[in-house]
Nanobody
Framework: QVQLVESGGGEVQAGGSLRLSCAASLHIRNTVGWFRHPPGKEREGVAAIYSGFGTEFYGNSVQGRFSISLANAKNTVNLQMNDLKPEDTAPYYC??????????????????WGQGTQVTVSS
């Protein structure tokens, strides 16, 4: 079983940046992703990466602004968020899938989830 702990959330003004980190209790294999769940909306996939290949995936709303990366011998996954907008406000969660997810920005293939970290962007 993999335990995931997110950190790095906070409050920032529009146009600012934040860097989220997710520390895993085990070496991250296969697929790891970041999701967010804005109030009153469905949870959406933000970014994901195939650990072995380094292939990255991004949601349309964050393409060009967010960047996902692995660090610390693949025990940590980071999400660099630039040019933040008020609509980016949400709790952010990292998650891992046991295989290479066919749809890495959707939830069903993910098995382990962190508790989340809040990101608030003020206008």
């Amino acid at each position: 079983q993999v335990q995931l702990v997110e950190s790095g959330g906070g409050e920032v003004q529009a146009g600012g940046s934040l860097r989220l980190s997710c520390a895993a209790s085990l070496h991250i294999r296969n697929t790891v992703g970041w999701f967010r769940h804005p109030p009153g909306k469905e949870r959406e996939g933000v970014a994901a990466i195939y650990s072995g290949f380094g292939t990255e995936f991004y949601g349309n709303s964050v393409q060009g602004r967010f960047s996902i990366s692995l660090a610390n011998a693949k025990n940590t996954v980071n999400l660099q968020m630039n040019d933040l907008k008020p609509e980016d406000t949400a709790p952010y969660y990292c998650a891992t899938a046991p295989g290479y997810a066919n749809s890495p920005l959707t939830e069903p293939e993910y098995k382990y989830w962190g508790q989340g970290t809040q990101v608030t962007v003020s206008s």
